[in-house]
């Protein structure tokens, strides 16, 4: 269900060198980490996603700029604007999703559940409403 999407908080550790965050998986993403990707030189009106994963679990951090995270859990659509490295959107599976609004120079970190598996993706989004 779309209400399983949410923005989980990272530590933050201030520092007038500058500030630190980190990612510890099981602990502030509920997985095992399996790949980790990124998502950089978006051209402007662009869009990336457009697609659900059967298995995979998502967390998305905007870890420069921002974008929008369009979810869809086949019933209701909910956009989660990510503009900080602080926090990132945890995505189950099952749910589609797109990614667009980049601003300049965005960065875009996605870790994964799983290893990269093409099986794993539904990229129709009326295939994707079969499943639900």
């Known amino acids: 269900m779309i209400f399983d999407a949410k923005i989980i908080d990272l530590p933050k550790i201030l520092d007038k060198r500058g500030n630190l965050s980190f990612i510890e998986e099981e602990n502030h993403v509920p997985f095992k980490i399996e790949r ?5 030189d978006v051209p402007g009106g662009e869009s990336r996603g457009g697609h ?3 298995t995979s679990e998502e967390f998305i951090v905007a870890l ?3 974008f929008d995270v369009v ?3 086949g019933k209701e659509k909910k956009t989660f604007h990510l503009n900080r490295s602080y926090y990132g959107l945890y ?3 099952m749910i589609w999703r797109e990614m667009n609004n980049f601003s300049t ?3 875009a970190l996605v870790l994964s559940s799983t290893m990269y598996d ?3 993706y539904i990229r129709d989004y009326n295939i994707f409403r079969s499943y639900k």
């Not at 980790?36 to 950089?40: K, M």
């Open 118 to 120: 093409e099986g794993d």
């Open 52 to 54: 659900a994963y059967k």
């Open 64 to 66: 420069s700029g921002s």
């Open 71 to 73: 979810l869809d859990d």
């Open 36 to 40: 980790s990707f990124w998502i950089y």
């Open 105 to 107: 120079n965005s960065l």
């Open 91 to 93: 995505v189950p599976k």
